[in-house]
């Protein structure tokens, strides 16, 4: 970090317009006075040099060069950036963007106008409120600057300019698809469908669909409580879990209590409060019996038979499990005994059953180690962020009268629960999770980059099972900000309550741990992502030219394998403590660096982010809209049935009427009786509107009146018919073609066929879709 301030050299937009004069720098960090009055208490750049060097560069400008004076380089720049399409808006409170912009050349046109209010305030954003008062503050701040500053004057001059790079903290706040392909954006659409605690519910059970992977095995599992079925599946897992806890009472208590008869040790665990058991011996505690333990072995073995499919040939009968009277009288002993109110006496004798039951479960079910002993539950808002509403409950009944009360419709689907994490790994004694980020350039092909930093949020409290408070076990900035460091508390810990992964990294060094973040931790999360973004590729709206940067929330739990807890969109850059002053503004930076600079360059840094994942690229199938089209001759059936006509010959010019195209026929009238006017021959380049209807030639005509004559003939035959030349030319058609035609090849191979007239060509339809009618014959013959 230099000690004081140092000459730079002028950058390139300014070489370009001060042509000679003596170098200096413009206020080329980009920053206005209320930014720099920030910047450097927040720590946003991380060079306490910079803003005098910032000062000192609008004097240099304004006092080096007389002639060439301040308006004149911000014309001058201004003119440079439209040229190269370098034109940015920003909406929020993003100094570290609009700094890294400036320092690339790039010019600000600010917002002259309202955002449409968005009136769902339940939305994904991590940053809404907080914006809200930072704003109000901006914009206070803006009307007391000067109006001669340089970047205000380069605003006033692109006003009426297309901005090329927008940053927002919501999509809503501009019109998404109105957006030119040239323009680019910091969102996408419909991404609900995983920056959504209800959307990351659903998504996840289709991830076997599209990746070889287990979503029990990085994601809790998690149900929406606003439909029947998925309360009854909830149900089902709560009473699944109340018999494996049971198992694992009678497990824990017997290991730990030296395998006396009856033993009362304490349990390994933190769950259960046994304490009560080894205080109060003598008989105020309730003796539960030991079916307690053969109904939870039942269950267990039940379950264990659906996930192995053996309960499909089981008769219907056989295959009830218990009543509902059976399963309220366990949850409610489940409850006593959980709760250090009651025991079982002949536990010992039932240890090797339940140890081999919960082996088996361990196996198939991956979530088996962070459930516990307690059941606990996080009730969640479905649609909201920043821990707002979230509360932890152990008790199936309290958490379905809450969802009860609120009376929603199932398509509203409020409510999400998710299974708590009751193993979570603790730092001295603190619970804490991890705020990932990576960021998405491209959705076809998928390509997706991740940050090699990261930060921990711990709780100000000290982690217990005992209390159900949202202050020990949810580890939110929001949350934590406004309570104060329990006493108690480690005061190893950090009073801010936050970590970067590298300080993390070496407190696992010291314990002897440090291959756990390379070789666990660390791939865990990224496959976590790398499978998520998968599943919901489909459920994106793919728009080119547009990225955009989420946060993943960890919780790690005691094996160091990393739980996927939400995704957020717009994570938050606010440096609310000095861990998020240094990392909140590399991160943006270095997406700029990715997002811009490696458009230009491939080869260039782009900080720490590294390629996650890159799919090949998915052609889509071309699209052709509808042609229709109907090929072939249209006729019409002749009103009386009339005898083949004999010896009747035609020459071979007439059998090489082409077949009639006809594309999407109109019903159009026929043209009126009478003699047919001659065919003058028609421009080609005429199109087929232009082109006037047509009639048959004389021939054919008089050959079917002289057949209606020759019902009532003795004689045999009429003799030959010789038609002149006709000439008739087919609408679809430009030169006669060679060769017999699709009606000619149609034609039997007996000779006596050729000398007969079809009936049906006196109605022909033609391409404008008109009958044509037989006309009376005229006096002379067609030329």
Same mark, same amino acid.
């Given at each position: 970090m230099p000690s004081g301030p140092e000459p730079s050299p002028t950058p390139p937009l300014l070489a370009g317009a001060r042509a000679g004069a003596r170098r200096g720098e413009l206020p080329e960090a980009g920053m206005e006075p209320a930014e720099r009055k920030r910047l450097p208490s927040a720590s946003l750049e991380g060079d306490p040099g910079e803003e005098n060097k910032l000062k000192r560069g609008i004097s240099q400008d304004s006092t080096s060069s007389p002639k060439l004076d301040r308006y004149k380089i911000a014309r001058q720049l201004t003119e440079k950036a439209i040229k190269e399409k370098k034109i940015f808006s920003i909406y929020g409170h993003y100094p570290v963007i609009r700094a890294?912009?400036?320092?690339?050349?790039w010019v600000e046109k600010k917002f002259h106008f309202l955002p449409k209010v968005i009136p769902n305030v339940d939305d994904d954003n991590a940053e809404a409120t907080e914006h809200k008062h930072t704003e109000g503050k901006e914009n206070q701040e803006a009307a007391l600057e000067t109006t001669d500053d340089i970047h205000d004057v380069m605003s006033r001059l692109v006003k009426n300019e297309m901005p090329y790079f927008l940053w927002t903290i919501k999509r809503d706040v501009v019109d998404y698809h109105s957006l030119s392909c040239?323009?680019?954006?910091?969102?996408?659409?419909?991404?609900?469908?995983?920056?959504?605690?209800?959307?990351?519910?659903?998504?996840?059970?289709?991830?076997?669909?599209?990746?070889?992977?287990?979503?029990?095995?990085?994601?809790?599992?998690?149900?929406?409580?606003?439909s029947e079925s998925e309360k009854q599946e909830f149900l089902d897992d709560f009473r699944r879990t109340v018999a494996s806890s049971i198992l694992k009472w009678v497990v824990s208590h017997q290991s730990h209590s030296g395998g006396k008869p009856g033993g009362r040790g304490e349990a390994c665990d933190p769950g259960p409060s046994n304490r009560k058991a080894s205080q109060s011996a003598d008989s105020r505690l309730t003796g539960l019996s030991g079916q307690l333990v053969d109904t939870a072995c039942k269950v267990c073995q039940a379950y264990l038979g659906q996930l192995e499919h053996r309960d499909i040939d089981v008769p219907e009968?056989?295959?009830?499990?218990?009543?509902?009277?059976?399963?309220?009288?366990? &949850?409610?002993?489940?409850?006593? @005994?959980?709760?250090?109110?009651?025991?079982?006496?002949?536990?010992?004798?039932?240890?090797?059953?339940?140890?081999?039951? @919960? *082996?088996?479960?361990?196996?198939?079910?991956?979530?088996?180690?962070?459930?516990?002993?307690? *059941?606990?539950?996080?009730?969640?808002?479905a649609a909201k962020s920043r821990g707002r509403d979230i509360v932890c409950m152990n008790r199936v009944e309290e958490i379905l009268e809450l969802v009860a009360a609120d009376h929603l419709s199932a398509k509203d689907n409020k409510w999400v629960v998710q299974k708590y994490i009751e193993t979570p790994l603790l730092i001295y004694g603190t619970k804490f999770d991890i705020r990932q980020w990576f960021l998405v350039t491209d959705w076809n092909p998928l390509t997706i980059w991740f940050y090699k930093e990261s930060y921990l949020r711990f709780? &100000?409290? %000290?982690?217990?099972?005992?209390?159900?408070?949202?202050?020990?076990?949810?580890?939110?900035?929001?949350?934590?900000?406004?309570?104060?460091?329990?006493?108690?508390?480690?005061?190893?810990?950090?009073?801010?309550?936050?970590?970067?992964? &590298?300080?993390? %990294?070496?407190?696992?060094?010291?314990?002897?741990?440090?291959?756990?973040w390379v070789g666990v931790i660390y791939p865990a999360m990224k496959r976590a992502v790398a499978n998520t973004m998968r599943v919901a590729q489909d459920r994106v709206e793919p728009r080119k030219n547009s990225f955009e940067l989420y946060g993943a929330d960890f919780v790690l739990g005691r094996d160091f394998q990393p739980w996927l807890i939400e995704i957020n969109s717009s994570p938050t850059m606010h440096a609310s403590t000095p861990v998020t002053a240094q990392l909140c503004a590399q991160v943006q930076e270095d997406t700029i660096k990715v997002v811009l600079d490696r458009r230009a360059d491939r080869s260039c840094d782009i900080g720490n982010f590294e390629l996650l994942w890159r799919q090949p690229a998915v052609e889509l199938p071309p699209f052709h809209g509808s042609d229709l089209c109907v090929e072939g001759v249209s006729v019409r059936r002749a009103r009386k049935q009339m005898p083949p006509i004999s010896s009747a010959n035609f020459p071979p010019s007439l059998w090489d009427i082409q077949p009639l195209k006809v594309r999407c026929p109109s019903a159009m009238p026929s043209p009126p009786l009478g003699a047919p006017p001659t065919v003058p021959q028609q421009d080609p380049r005429l199109s087929e509107a232009q082109a006037g209807p047509r009639t048959l030639p004389a021939p054919l005509w008089r050959a079917a009146a002289r057949s209606r004559k020759a019902q009532s003939a003795t004689t045999p035959s009429v003799g030959k018919i010789e038609p002149p030349t006709c000439n008739f030319?087919?609408?679809?058609?430009?030169?006669?073609?060679?060769?017999?035609?699709?009606?000619?090849?149609?034609?039997?191979?007996?000779?006596?066929?050729?000398?007969?007239?079809?009936?049906?060509?006196?109605?022909?339809?033609?391409?404008?879709?008109?009958?044509?009618q037989r006309p009376k014959p005229p006096d002379g013959t067609c030329t």
């Open positions: 890294t912009l400036r320092r690339k050349g040239d323009q680019m954006l910091n969102h996408y659409g419909k991404t609900a469908s995983f920056t959504t605690k209800i959307g990351l519910c659903v998504n996840m059970r289709s991830l076997p669909w599209y990746v070889q992977a287990d979503p029990d095995s990085f994601f809790p599992r998690c149900y929406g409580l606003c009968d056989a295959g009830k499990g218990l009543t509902e009277d059976e399963w309220k009288d366990l &949850t409610e002993q489940y409850y006593s @005994l959980i709760h250090g109110d009651a025991f079982i006496s002949s536990s010992r004798n039932h240890f090797s059953q339940c140890q081999a039951l @919960l *082996n088996k479960i361990t196996s198939v079910n991956p979530q088996t180690e962070i459930d516990g002993l307690r *059941n606990i539950w996080i009730i969640k808002p709780s &100000t409290q %000290r982690f217990s099972l005992e209390s159900l408070d949202s202050a020990i076990h949810l580890c939110n900035n929001s949350i934590q900000k406004h309570l104060k460091n329990d006493k108690g508390r480690s005061p190893l810990l950090p009073y801010h309550n936050m970590w970067t992964s &590298t300080r993390f %990294r070496e407190y696992l060094q010291k314990r002897g741990r440090g291959a756990v030319q087919h609408i679809d058609s430009r030169a006669p073609k060679t060769g017999p035609t699709n009606a000619e090849s149609d034609r039997p191979s007996d000779p006596k066929i050729p000398n007969e007239l079809p009936p049906a060509l006196p109605s022909v339809k033609t391409a404008e879709g008109a009958l044509l």
